[in-house]
């Protein structure tokens, strides 16, 4: 079976700034995410062109999740569990990201396709999605003045921070029908979790974290609307640049650290053989 659920995250911004907000702020989460054995990793960021999506940016990552996973996790996996590797085409106002698993191979599929539209999430099949699809999807409104379940951040507080430069919030009860600019991201996200047993545990928990990945996220985009409000399409680039020279650092300081530890630990054992 495979799982499909609708999430439609409505902010108060137009759909060119969130352009701009949406790129700067993935690019900050990624190198605050970056550290220890966890992080994200950049293979690629460039423009491309098909004939399927037409123009746009092409990005290529591996996310390391490292000390994120539980110790026991950890100890049992082998290296190639310990990684998503994802790709995404960001032809704007729609976009399309595939995560997979190396170690699970085609047993693992996560895809999430997101339109953007200046609306208050009132298009019921914006995805074109045929009758039985749509018998099948469920559909999630994501308000960003709902509480966090956890890692909850007074600065990061729809409901009391408010914009130096557009003026906006804090965001009162029934801020959607207010606001203006307005617009909704349409995320389909379907999984697929081919591990008989698990399948529909997992497939339920991974929607589950979605909905507060996508809620934490999009109130991280509004609360540094500041830091991002202005910025050119160029300067974005540059700013992508320079955290990805970072976050390549931050990583391969982890790899040497952890070639050295395991030099160290391949002398101790031949010094324990020879005892």
């Excluded at 999740?65 to 085409?89: H, I, N, Q, T």
């Excluded at 991280?220 to 955290?243: A, K, N, P, T, Y």
Aim: hydrophobic letters at 35%; aromatic letters at 10%; glycine letters at 6%.
């Amino acid at each position: 079976m495979v799982l499909v659920k609708e999430f439609r995250v409505i902010l108060p911004m137009s759909l060119e700034e969130y352009q701009i907000g949406q790129l700067y702020s993935v690019a900050k989460t990624s190198n605050l995410e970056t550290h220890d054995d966890a992080g994200v990793e950049i293979l690629k960021n460039e423009p491309f062109e098909n004939e399927e999506m037409g123009k746009g940016q092409y990005t290529h990552k591996i996310y390391h999740l490292g000390s994120r996973l539980p110790g026991w996790a950890r100890a049992l996996a082998p290296a190639s569990a310990l990684m998503l590797e994802e790709e995404a085409w960001n032809a704007y106002p729609y976009c399309k990201t595939i995560l997979t698993s190396p170690f699970m191979e085609d047993k693992f599929k996560f895809i999430i396709e997101t339109r953007h539209c200046a609306d208050k999430g009132d298009q019921e099949n914006v995805h074109n999605l045929s009758d039985k699809e749509l018998k099948n999807r469920e559909v999630e409104i994501i308000d960003i003045t709902a509480p966090l379940e956890k890692d909850y951040k007074e600065d990061e507080d729809p409901t009391l921070f408010h914009s130096e430069k557009t003026g906006r919030g804090p965001l009162e009860e029934g801020w959607i029908e207010k606001s203006d600019p307005v617009m909704c991201a349409y995320k389909l996200v379907t999984v697929e979790f081919k591990w008989w047993g698990l399948q529909t545990r997992v497939e339920n928990f991974m929607m589950s974290m979605e909905t507060n990945i996508f809620l934490r996220f999009h109130k991280q985009v509004f609360c540094w609307i500041d830091e991002w409000h202005g910025m050119s399409m160029e300067q974005v680039r540059e700013f992508e640049d320079e955290l990805r020279i970072q976050m390549s650092k931050k990583i391969e300081d982890v790899k040497g650290k952890n070639a050295d530890d395991d030099k160290k630990g391949g002398k101790e054992k031949e010094k324990g053989k020879g005892k």
